[in-house]
């Protein structure tokens, strides 16, 4: 509907003065009409007439253009115009589904990316959440999308871990990793990380220790070695990681991964276009490392891509994972989730890998976010060992919830918390209060599934089953409202799936719940002279609820 109409006031622009100019239809507040434009004062300066002047004649052929879907075009204020549609206009355009926008389209969506050897942290947790949603609308929306998962099995974190496992085993001794059991692995070896991350900062020896052990992760990957104890120790350590990964995944019932591609996979090509770009002047020698040195791009800073001792570093590794997911998927978009601390970073990584794959580049959309953090502003590390893990969101929000509920219910506690992560716009930092994000009322995700199940509860009293919405000619006052926020929906689900922002999403959920309650307040239902079209409206509002949570991924209830 909205497309027709700027079509509509297009062609009446074209008409009446010769001139396209782009249309912005907004939403006025409801006294006013259903859609307004300021296309009249948008044209005023190149027709030499007054605002007002133009709107009028604007609106004056709009009346006949329109006549068959508005119910009145008017002009207010300097020049505004707004339109107020028919009814029966009003359902269509609340029965409408959202554009299949990426029909066609192949996509590839990394996020989470967490790395073996440490623990899933609160911003890991984040941003699978956040993944999983934005993967959801554009799979809504027609695209092919291949969910991939990326982290770092080599690199100096390894080494620390691994110098802080062998300390604890004795040395490499394997069978001793027999007395880790359970969920006591990826706690065991995040304090192992931690361990050796401080050992590294604190003790010279340990640093070259560490840095020796680095070495010999990379050389166990280069000799395919899965016999020696120290590749018994490795690889049992980083299959517990995985383990504990997909646990998690399966406890947020987020849709799974395709593929988790290690860096060990990647390094072998990363280093390659590394010597490519030696050879072709786009990195250069410093110090003995090899580096891209700014010149690459304005306002670029150096980055290393190979370190003095010859170890390609996350940037080199960057460029193999790129290169390995064009030649897996030829896509036609990449979604790159990360946080908000390596814009820099990518922007080198993407610089330098412009001069092997422009392609790759033009179709890569960087997307990133900021500190999961605590009520206060505290902020994690896992760097010091004050982590904020995961298991830590979940259980807070489960002891917030059986406090404020005395009952105990996953989908609530799920719904909670990926909705407290959803409904801020992605890019700042997330204050999580696990008090608020599973309070029933306000804008949380329990208000939004008792919502659901509430509207469910009502057509499950109804003595016959509700009928889908149909087309009538007249609504009452409160159903119209209803109706007239239904009908953003599909406009809602297109505009987070082209701003890849799915927090438009739980804005609007929230919204339309509001505009529901106050229908329901002033309106019976059940027994009521216009029960069917009230009935079908109480349905079609609950699956309109349905489809917008299964798009964040949030349980939707049929009762609570």
Known sequence: MKQELEQEINAACVQLFSHSAP???????????????????????????????????????LRERLKETAESVEVAGPGFINLRLHDRSLLADCIRTPA????????????????????????HLYTTIVGDSIARLLEAAGAEVHRLNYGGDVGLHVGKTMWAVLRELGGEYPDKLEGVTGDKRLEWLSRCYIEGNKAYEDDGQAKSEIAALNKRVYDLHAQNDTQSSFAKVYWTCRDWSYEGFKGMYEKLAIIPFERYIAESEV???????????????????????????????????ARVFLTSAGLPTYEAKELGLAALKWRDYHFDESVIITANDIVEYMRVVLGVLDHFY??????????????????????????????????????????????????????????????????SRLGGDIIYDPDQAVAIEGNSGPYIQYAHARARSIVRRAKHTAKALDIVDK?????????????????????????????????YLYELAQTFNHFYEHNRVLGDARENIRLALVLHYADTLKSGMKLLGVPAPDSM
């Open 267 to 301: 390094t072998g090509a990363g280093v390659e276009l590394v010597e490519k770009g030696l050879d072709d002047g786009v990195l250069t020698h410093s110090e003995g490392a090899v580096i891209a040195d700014g010149s690459i791009g304005e306002d670029l800073h």
């Open 23 to 61: 249309i912005e239809l907004g939403r006025p507040d409801e006294r006013f009409g259903d859609y307004s434009t300021n296309v009249a004062l948008m044209l005023a300066g190149s027709t030499g007439q007054s605002p007002r002047e133009v709107a009028e004649r604007i609106a004056a052929s």
């Open 358 to 423: 422009p392609d790759v580049v033009r179709r890569s959309r960087h997307l990133t976010h900021g500190t999961v953090k605590l009520p206060g502003g505290t902020k994690m590390s896992s760097r010091h060992g004050n982590i904020l893990q995961a298991d830590d969101i979940l259980e807070a929000a489960d002891r917030a919830n059986r406090a404020l509920t005395g009952t105990n219910s996953p989908e609530t506690v799920l719904g909670a918390v990926k909705y407290a992560f959803l409904k």
């Open 100 to 123: 299949k926008m990426r029909q066609g389209q192949k996509v590839v969506a990394e996020y989470s990316d967490p790395n073996p050897f440490k623990v899933l942290h609160a911003g």
């Open 475 to 507: 609504l009452e006052s409160d159903e119209r409202s209803l109706v007239r926020k239904m009908g953003e929906y599909a406009e809602t689900v297109e505009r987070a799936t082209d701003e890849l922002m799915p927090h438009h999403i739980c804005t």
